[in-house]
């Protein structure tokens, strides 16, 4: 795996406890995000190095920077149709695209518009925003909150070829580290090493809350 790794229990000491934060691995080119498939098409995405087959352009997909906020979702790979755990090395320029164009997905006096402008951005845009609470490994929600991102119409089709740099099968990995969340040894974890992520453009972690 290229995927720098580090033990839980030393990030947690490191990790904002609060706030709304973009918890990521990534560097001066890329960001790697998380997503989970049944086998068809995981399997095609690692094979081939781009999403298609039996994904789905035409729906919206959803990418996740955090870790265990995916193992959440996912059950740590145990989920029916979610048993191909996938590491997608993204350009960094394609990310924060999408979140220049993302409207919140649902609508709360703390945005900037009032709810019939909302309504339209909704309408008119194709990248969906929302933050939602972290968890830990066990699943246990967290007072720091984690995004996830949903893209459709030409977003979809830039995010599942020209936008990726790697497409990582990381399936083996999880279930390795469900083990020891099973056993409760979470001094033995390893997850990727993340921290927050920022943006160089300020209005832009305005939008997002980033704090």
Do not use: C
Not at 50 to 57: D, P, T
Not at 80 to 97: C, D, M, S, T, Y
Not at 154 to 168: A, C, G, H, W
């Amino acid at each position: 795996m290229k995927i720098e790794l580090k033990k839980y229990s030393e990030q947690l000491q490191e990790w904002p406890k609060s706030g709304y934060h973009i918890m990521a691995q990534y560097d001066d080119e890329k960001i790697i995000v998380y997503q989970s498939y049944r086998k068809e098409i995981g399997e095609f995405a690692v094979k081939n190095q781009f999403f298609g087959g039996a994904f789905s352009l035409d729906r919206m997909t959803w990418i996740k920077p955090n870790f265990l906020w995916m193992m959440y979702r996912n059950g740590w790979g145990t989920k029916e149709g979610q048993e191909v755990v996938l590491a997608i090395h993204l350009k960094r320029e394609a990310f924060e695209k999408y979140l220049q164009n993302a409207v919140y997905s649902s609508y709360t006096t703390e945005l900037e518009v009032n709810y019939e402008e909302w309504q339209s951005q909704v309408k008119s845009s194709s990248v969906r925003l929302q933050w939602d609470p972290d968890h830990d490994p066990y699943g246990g929600k967290l007072e720091r909150r984690a995004i996830q991102i949903g893209l459709r119409d030409e977003f979809t089709r830039s995010y599942s070829k020209e936008d990726v740099l790697l497409i990582e099968d990381i399936s083996s990995f999880v279930k390795d580290q469900y083990e020891f969340v099973q056993k409760k040894e979470l001094e033995n974890l390893l997850i990727p090493a993340e921290k927050p992520f920022l943006f160089e453009d300020e209005k832009l972690n305005k939008k997002l809350r980033l704090t």
